[in-house]
């Protein structure tokens, strides 16, 4: 069964350095979604691609984070500098669109890459 | 920011019994989707429901969704100690052309043996 792999599984790194997530997403879905779960809370997006094309940032921190997704396959979300509060999970997610006039996402999310910031 | 609430925060169950977890949300939905995540793991797509559609099942879950109230539950008949994970209902606003998703909270289950 297809996957959506994400590396590194687990990342402790001190504040002010630099991090980096990269997602490779199912083979053929051309959406691609970056979301954080900070724990006991639910995802919430920081950033969708179409292709590689962003199409939602408006929840990323722009200042310290960024996305890149160049040829419009795997992805890259960076932190820098990385701050306490963003001790979280981050979650890779593709998708394709079922059809239909009211077409819906449905996601397949990888197993997440577990930052802690000290 | 998050959409949906789910509720209860938690609910613990023993093996066999029923488990109801409910959504409330607060805007006009494309559609609303239910996932599934075990500790320290990504999310699983359960089900989803249009908003044209009242109830939905798919093997041991049943969703409803009432538009008029703005809520959906998900029932799991005859649960297992396997189904002890976190449940997150997502919406999709009406007219979102991205078709953005907004997952609540969560309630966590926990099926014990």
């Known amino acids: 069964e297809a996957e959506v792999a994400q590396s590194p599984r687990y990342k402790i790194t001190e504040k002010s350095q630099a991090v980096a997530f990269w997602c490779d997403p199912i083979?053929?879905?051309?959406?691609l979604y970056w979301y954080r779960q900070i724990l006991g809370q639910g995802p919430e997006l920081l950033v969708q691609?179409?292709?590689?094309?962003?199409?939602?940032d408006s929840q990323l921190p722009k200042d310290r984070f960024s996305a890149e997704r160049l040829k419009g396959v795997d992805s890259t979300l960076k932190i820098q500098p990385a701050e306490l509060g963003d001790s979280a999970m981050y979650l890779c997610?593709?998708?394709?669109?079922?059809?239909?006039?009211?077409?819906?996402?449905?996601?397949?999310f990888g197993a997440g890459s577990r930052l802690t910031v000290l | 920011s998050q959409q949906g609430e789910e509720d209860p925060q938690a609910l613990s169950i023993q093996e066999g019994e029923n488990a109801t977890m409910n959504c409330s949300y607060k805007?006009?939905?494309?559609?609303l989707q239910w996932y599934r995540q075990n500790s320290g793991r990504g999310l699983v797509h359960l089900i989803l429901?249009?908003?044209?559609?009242r109830e939905k099942h798919s093997g041991r879950l049943r969703v409803t969704l009432d538009t008029s109230k703005k809520s959906s539950s998900l029932l799991i008949t005859a649960s297992r100690a396997a189904d002890t994970a976190s449940y997150f209902c997502?919406?999709?606003?009406?007219?979102?052309?991205?078709?953005?998703?907004?997952f609540g909270r969560g309630t966590q289950l926990t099926v014990w043996p």
């Open positions: 997502a919406t999709s606003d009406r007219g979102s052309t991205l078709g953005r998703l907004y």
């Open positions: 691609f179409q292709d590689e094309s962003v199409v939602d």
């Open positions: 429901i249009r908003s044209n559609e």
């Open positions: 083979s053929g879905h051309a959406t």
């Open positions: 805007t006009s939905i494309n559609n």
């Open positions: 997610a593709s998708s394709y669109r079922l059809a239909g006039p009211e077409g819906a996402n449905v996601l397949t």
